[in-house]
């Protein structure tokens, strides 16, 4: 087999500029879609919890699993906390095992929310661990696209306010929550600006509180479409491409999907990527193996899974969505390997 000599980061870059390459690159983005297994972990000895808090710790971490998984990319941070602790919710750090949790939002209501200087905020958290590891990253692995990933505007709120509460007041309270989505959207705005800064290839956003199926179409047009718009395009105007994931079936909002301005769309596993891809041809498709099969199956049938996926035309194979901390390496491994022909 002949070694391409194309960069997995031009692979990437191009890929999401809309521009032909040699194959599909295979990637885990981080958040809420991150390789930091247990296996990885015991055997590079840079471990969770206390890489969430060390930028060193978190370099290193994320170096280890790209290296030892074959994806073609590194992902910080390892968790959909980071926000949300910021804004003032208390946090669960997790264990080995376990990735961080939500212990209490920081408000009961929208009513509630104390709106603090977004500027003084990023001087604390760990923001500045984030974009303190993305730097180390991009200056370490210069051939690799350093990929940044935040949660949501949906996902942010509903992380800081009683979930129930907040999807009630999308609803009877539009404009107390407009101006909630508005506060979180821009303090997501300075954090990518600092990723990129730092060195950040790409910005992935997950949010998983703005599927479909919570929202509906009606407020999925009105809160999850602009919000997540006026994110990826202020990234754009940081010259940084941004994938954006969305969880769930997306059945009732499939014909929005063409609205989003994301460079592109990565889907969980119940979503038939080839038919969105034909029907929707502008959009840049990623995904979406399962992880269920991730964790559960075996080598032959993921590499099976996953070819499939490379001959359907997907344009970056990836999970579908979180993956347990329980995958094997040599599962993961089928998926990459077999993504990159060997």
């Known amino acids: 087999m002949m070694t391409s000599k194309i960069t997995p980061k031009k692979r990437l870059l191009d890929v999401l500029n809309k521009k032909a390459t040699d194959r599909a690159p295979v990637i885990c983005m981080g958040g809420m879609m991150n390789a930091s ?37 590194l992902g910080v941070p390892f968790c959909m906390t980071v926000e949300a ?14 990735e961080p949790k939500i212990r209490q939002e920081a408000f009961g209501s929208v009513r509630d929310v104390i709106f603090r200087d977004i500027d003084e905020m990023l001087e604390s958290g760990r923001i500045q661990t984030v974009t303190s590891a993305t730097a ?15 949660t949501g505007p949906i996902s942010t709120a509903a992380s800081i306010i009683n979930p129930m509460a907040f999807y009630k007041e999308l609803r009877k309270n539009p404009a107390s929550a407009h101006r909630i989505l508005e506060y979180v959207t821009e303090l997501l705005i300075r954090f990518a600006a600092r990723s990129v800064r730092a060195g950040a290839s790409v910005i992935a956003i997950g949010d998983p509180s703005a599927t479909g199926e919570i929202l509906g179409p009606l407020m999925f047009r009105e809160y999850a479409v ?15 491409p941004v994938i954006l994931h969305i969880c769930g079936n997306i059945n009732n909002v499939r014909t929005l999907i063409p609205d989003l301005k994301a460079d592109a769309i990565s889907t969980d596993a119940m979503v038939n990527l080839a038919k969105l891809k034909e029907d ?11 992880t269920y099969s991730l964790e559960w199956g075996t080598p032959h049938k993921i590499s099976v899974q996953t070819q499939k996926l490379v ?32």
């Not at 602009?226 to 940084?240: D, K, M, P, Q, S």
């Not at 990836?318 to 077999?338: D, K, W």
């Open 226 to 240: 602009r919000y997540l718009n006026i994110l990826t395009e202020a990234v754009h105007g940081f010259r940084t």
């Open 85 to 98: 602790e910021l804004l003032g919710s208390r946090i669960d750090k997790g264990t080995l095992a376990c």
């Open 280 to 290: 929707f041809p502008g959009i840049t498709t990623m995904g979406n193996l399962s």
């Open 37 to 73: 297994i247990v296996e990885v972990m015991n055997s590079s000895g840079f471990t969770l919890p206390a890489a969430h808090d060390n930028p060193d710790l978190m370099a290193s971490l994320a170096g280890a699993i790209q290296e030892q998984t074959g994806f073609e990319n």
């Open 311 to 342: 001959n359907d035309g997907i344009d970056i194979i990836s999970p579908a969505c979180g993956l347990s901390t329980s995958t094997t390496l040599a599962n993961i491994r089928a998926m990459t390997r077999t993504v990159q022909g060997e």
């Open 136 to 150: 180390k990253l991009s200056q370490t692995y210069q051939q690799l696209p350093v990929v940044v990933s935040m």
